[in-house]
């Protein structure tokens, strides 16, 4: 079991940064690609970011690459996304994933291939 918990939502003017955390308990959390989605009001969740479990591979969706970076830090259970240049589009609430294939370099982007999921944390930005 993987318990996750996102942190660092709130309100920012367009242009703005802002840094997500997601912090994890479990045992196997190392083991989990971890992905970041994000999902607007009246719209599907969306893929954002994903980093595999060594940080070794990341992928983006097209909407925030070069804008955003997902990291994480195995010894401290948590993994971040950091958020440059924000755009109103990027207004959503912001969802942190793990699954995937244990130990695995494959990046998995749709929302099925994940297990667990935290509660979302919001972001608004005003333009």
């Known amino acids: 079991q993987v318990q996750l918990v996102e942190s660092g939502g709130g309100l920012v003017q367009a242009g703005d940064s802002l840094r997500l955390s997601c912090a994890a308990s479990?045992?196997?959390?190392?083991?989990?690609?971890m992905g970041w989605f994000r999902q607007a009001p009246g719209k599907e969740r969306e893929f954002v970011a994903a980093?595999?479990?060594?940080?070794?591979?990341?992928v983006y969706a097209g909407s925030v690459k070069g804008r955003f970076t997902i990291s994480r830090d195995n010894a401290k259970n948590t993994v971040s996304l950091q958020m440059n240049s924000v755009k109103a589009e990027d207004t959503a609430v912001y969802y942190c994933?793990?699954?995937?294939?244990?130990?695995?370099?494959?990046?998995?982007?749709?929302?099925?291939?994940?297990?667990?999921w935290g509660q979302g944390t919001q972001v608004t930005v005003a333009s």
């Open positions: 994933a793990a699954g995937g294939v244990l130990l695995a370099q494959v990046v998995p982007v749709k929302k099925n291939e994940y297990d667990y």
């Open positions: 479990g045992r196997t959390f190392t083991r989990y690609a």
């Open positions: 980093i595999t479990w060594n940080g070794g591979n990341t």
